[in-house]
């Protein structure tokens, strides 16, 4: 079946520009998370989405980052007024539940370079 | 700081010879641990867990060990394969968390 997709699979943008970056997740997997993975870094957690409940945040580094999970598929991150400190891969995965060994499925990132 | 650190940013290995990549925590509450591998370009796809109340598990090639008293475990590759080239990055959560701690990985390159 197919697995977690995500789009783009490269952004380029601008200082200052605002940016939306998408994850669809594996049909029926009820959790689904955001990290970012900076050059020679670690997976660094953004944001947790678990069936309808409210998401933990507590990974967002700041308030120009957002994220929504629509009808519990589909997810989109937006940053806003990009700076150069968020070039970075981005990388979405879902989970099928919730609970101690939560293996995760990862998609294949966005690397987002902001100029 | 770092709750889930693994020293090594790379290991090279001859292929048919062992790997041992290790990770230490520094979290006590950690109750599950996780290998992932990653390859260029992909995103991480899951090799291997452990639960706190063993000490070892083998599937095929890869064996994880965890010494708790040590907060340590290792992942053993035997015999290691040029295929098994990436990045290898351990993983730790705790029964309360459903947000596993990632490590920075270790590259791992295995020559024919």
């Known amino acids: 079946g197919a697995g977690v997709s995500q789009s783009p699979s490269n952004k380029v943008t601008e200082k200052g520009k605002d940016v939306e970056l998408r994850c669809d997740p594996i049909?029926?997997?009820?959790?689904l998370y955001w990290y970012r993975q900076s050059l020679g870094q670690g997976l660094e957690f953004l944001i947790y989405?678990?069936?309808?409940?409210?998401?933990?945040k507590s990974g967002l580094p700041s308030d120009r980052f957002s994220a929504e999970r629509t009808g519990g598929s589909v997810s989109t991150l937006t940053i806003q007024r990009t700076q150069q400190e968020d070039s970075a891969v981005y990388l979405c995965?879902?989970?099928?539940?919730?609970?101690?060994?939560?293996?995760?499925?990862f998609g294949p990132g966005t690397r987002l370079t902001v100029l | 700081d770092q709750q889930v650190k693994q020293n090594s940013p790379s290991l090279s290995v001859q292929e048919g010879r062992i790997s041992i990549l290790n990770c230490d925590y520094t979290?006590?509450?950690?109750?599950?641990f996780l290998w992932y591998k990653k390859y260029p370009a992909e995103g991480p796809t899951f090799l291997i867990s452990?639960?706190?109340?063993?000490d070892k598990n083998e599937d095929g090639r890869f064996t994880v060990f965890l010494n708790k008293s040590a907060k340590h475990l290792s992942l053993h590759i035997v015999p290691s394969q040029p295929g098994d080239s990436a990045v290898y990055f351990c993983?730790?959560?705790?029964?309360?968390?459903?947000?596993?701690?990632f490590g920075r990985g270790t590259s791992l390159i295995v020559h024919p």
């Open positions: 995965a879902s989970s099928p539940r919730q609970g101690m060994g939560n293996e995760q499925f």
């Open positions: 049909s029926g997997h009820t959790a």
């Open positions: 989405f678990q069936g309808n409940s409210a998401p933990d």
């Open positions: 979290n006590s509450m950690f109750d599950y």
């Open positions: 452990i639960s706190s109340i063993k």
């Open positions: 993983a730790a959560s705790s029964g309360g968390s459903y947000i596993p701690t």
